[in-house]
């Protein structure tokens, strides 16, 4: 992408001016790193008060002050840029071997400083950092910016979500205050037992919105050591027998090598436990839920298969966001939060690793957790760290 | 209580078909009961390609839809398709998209009727009796 930044000499030097002018017109910055190439539009003032008067009328993006002007100086421009706090980045020009001014000035606001007289290649080695510093501010307000929105719009699903069963219920605790269906009780069977299961969806969507934002904080401590996932399939198994049992569908695990990683026994057991009831629950009566678990020295691979309801290929790519529920004849009966199979996704990447579906409609699903057997912790909030060090501003963090 | 019983009197000459369409389940219930203690007979369709069948397969007085089903604007082209078919058939479209989007439809000039073809809009969460009224105000007109 190619940006043009605005550039503004104060300076009472004409030779200075054009010699900016000059050096700067047709350069290019390029930040092959961030995919930006930088240009300069450069504007000028032969004095400290036509330059406040520019900077007032649009301030620029870089600033490249004398420090020594007739009137007002080049501090006083600089602590008015500053105290409005305008997004603009100065370089103060100061003279040979004061390095003092220079000192003050950075302390009064100022990005960086060149010394009198300087050459044009030194001129650009401080533009092109200065350039790198307000891209880089921008490109961090951006993602805050974006991150901001995906959090609102996160929250007002969830609110969403949140609302609509105590909706349903207090439609039907009203209607059942009101008598509309008599006195007798066994007439009002249905309404109960909606109402039940729509508290008990909501009652699974905090859990799994606990677990959500659990992964998502990194708050907690993952304790990483040696597990098998044998065994958490088992818990995770054992946790869905009633249900299956009810619904005459078999669940079976095969291993074929070894079954061991390093991992959080309690996020491994959010996964599996996401994985194998959704085959559960998305299975048809009498069906059957495979798990198997193979793998190679590095990665581990669980693979979960139901004989459900299955999926289309346009439905498998809605299927890993945020409170995508699948919503069709065949699912409106089935309860969910729409946060499990995210939370999964989200997980995996946990474990170097990612989640796959191979889905064909009424035949059935087959879900890939694959997982690296070794992984090294949290390397997922690399780039916030970047974000944050941007956004605070100081000089030092560009280079 | 002594007007509802009055009106449901007047009701009672003549037994109106309502098509109700909505995908939330609890709702259609809730509604379905309501409407059919009021006197009303409800074919109930829990989305819009049922009701598109139940429309062509039965005859209806007035029409109560959900605008968004399983598309976002279903209840707009179930609602089309209805005024096109049977043009004297009354349609009042239930949403809650103005809670949910900001977006604010209305029903209340000609224009606006031209436009969203339906004769009235009421927003979610409606209050039964709301609904009634403006049921009976459509079917009496």
Known sequence: MATELRVLVVDDEPGMRMGVRRALQDHEVDLPDMGETVRFAVDQAESGEDGLAAIDAAPPDLLLLDHKLPGISGMDVLDRVTERKLDVQTIMITAYASLETAISATKRGAFDFLAKPFTPTELKAAVRKAARHIMLQRQARRLAEEKRQVRFQFISV????????????EGYLRLIQ??????????????????????????????????????ESGQLKRDLKPVDVRDILQDSIDGQALTAEQRGIAIEMHAEGPTRMTGDRGELAILFNNLVSNAVKYNRDGGRVTIAVTGDEQTLRVAVTDTGIGMTPEEVDRLFKDFVRIKNEKTKNILGSGLGLSTVKKLALLYGGDVTVDSEPDKGSTFTAILQRHTEAEPTDEPERDTTLAADGRPGAAE | MQTQGKREQEMAERTYTVLLADDDEDFLTQMKVQL??????????????????????????????????????GGFALCYHIKKARPGTPVILVTAVTNETGLEFDAATDEERNWVKADAMLAKPVRFEQLRREMHRLLEA
């Open chain 1, 178 to 215: 009101d008598r509309t269906l008599g006195e007798n009780l066994q007439d009002y069977a249905q309404m109960i037992d909606r109402s039940l299961l729509r508290m008990d969806g909501m009652r699974k969507l905090i859990f799994d919105l606990l677990d959500l934002t659990r992964i």
């Open chain 2, 36 to 73: 059919e203690a009021a006197g009303f007979e409800v074919i109930a369709a829990g989305g819009q390609a049922e009701a598109e069948k139940l429309f062509a397969a039965h005859e209806v007085d007035i029409a109560v839809l959900d605008l968004m089903m399983e598309h976002a604007d």
């Open chain 1, 158 to 169: 969830l609110a969403h979500e949140l609302k609509s069963p105590i909706a349903a219920v």
